[in-house]
């Protein structure tokens, strides 16, 4: 009874181990390699698959993904015998499991050696400055020989990204001191333009202000004038108006008199030749108003028509 159980529980076990060689489930997004005595007979795709238990194998499992594969930074030497080192990250993605397993022996490998070799043929033909800033020309001529190459591998090159030019140490510096200067020179480009500004700005201001200080000048010396005008017409009707004698007329020379001989630089004055009319209507009127005598009829000197006299100089 024994050897019995122990026949079928072997049976189960390989009916087990049968079942899970049939049926094979492939998740989304890969595929597998089945071969049959190492020969391949298919490709899985995703989803239940039934192959035939120790007769078919599955070779390989690819992911049909896009792939991110960062290489490590490679030395090249550009046009004018500079050596940079370079970090490149390729996008790929397995258009062709079959060719993928077959065609190459390991198609990460491949594609490393096949972009340094590519990036050194495309970095010798340029200098440093122009590598520097030919990013999108280095990806663009670097993925349309990486697909050409890869297209046969069953594999398509998405993208390739430098990540990182790296220059010698003594050209990061140069590079450095160089950018500095052209800080300073816009720098002082800008501050001189400001300062060139400012005076102009503040020039126009300054003409500005001279021009309406002016322009109201003019109009109070005007308004002044007129205003002068207003004053002399007024007086001058007053006058014409009150009908002054002779005698009001020569008290108001007399007045004047001491008004015209003010200040110490006045040497020289002159008496008005109308002074002899004034003093005869003042000594006429003071004559009416006073005692009477015998000499009342007399003639009042007369005065020069015009004198020249010197005033005394006080030391």
Known sequence: MEPIIIVLI????????????????????????????????????????????????????????????????????????LVVNIDTVIYYQVTD??????????????IEQLTVTTLRNIIGGMD??????????????LRGVLDEATGKWGIRVNRV????????????????????????????????EG?????????????????????????????????????????????????PDQKLLSYQYLQMLPKIAEGDANKLWIVPSEIGDALKGLSGAIGNFGPSNGNSGSATPSVPPQERREKPTID
């Open 10 to 81: 072997i049976l189960v076990v390989l009916v087990f181990i049968a079942l899970i060689k049939t049926i094979q489930v492939i998740p989304q997004a890969s595929a597998a390699i089945v071969e049959r005595f190492g020969r391949y007979t298919r490709t899985l795709n995703a989803g239940l698959n039934i192959v035939v238990p120790f007769i078919d194998t599955i070779r390989n499992r690819i992911d049909l993904r896009e792939q991110v594969v960062p290489f490590p930074p490679q030395p090249v030497i550009t046009q004018d015998n």
């Open 97 to 110: 499991a079959r060719a993928a397993t077959y065609e190459v022996a390991s198609y990460i490998q491949a």
């Open 128 to 141: 440093l400055e122009r590598t520097l800033t030919s990013r999108e020309e280095i990806n663009a001529a």
């Open 161 to 192: 990204e430098l990540k990182a030019i790296e220059p010698p140490t003594s050209i990061q510096d140069s590079m450095e001191k160089q950018m500095r200067a052209d800080r300073d020179k816009r720098a002082a480009i800008l501050q001189a």
């Open 195 to 243: 300062v060139r500004q400012s005076e102009i700005l503040r020039a126009e201001g300054e003409k500005q202000s001279q021009i309406l200080r002016a322009e109201g000048e003019a109009k109070a010396a005007a308004l002044r004038a007129e205003g002068e005008a207003q004053a002399i017409r007024t007086v001058f009707e007053s006058i014409h108006a009150g009908d």
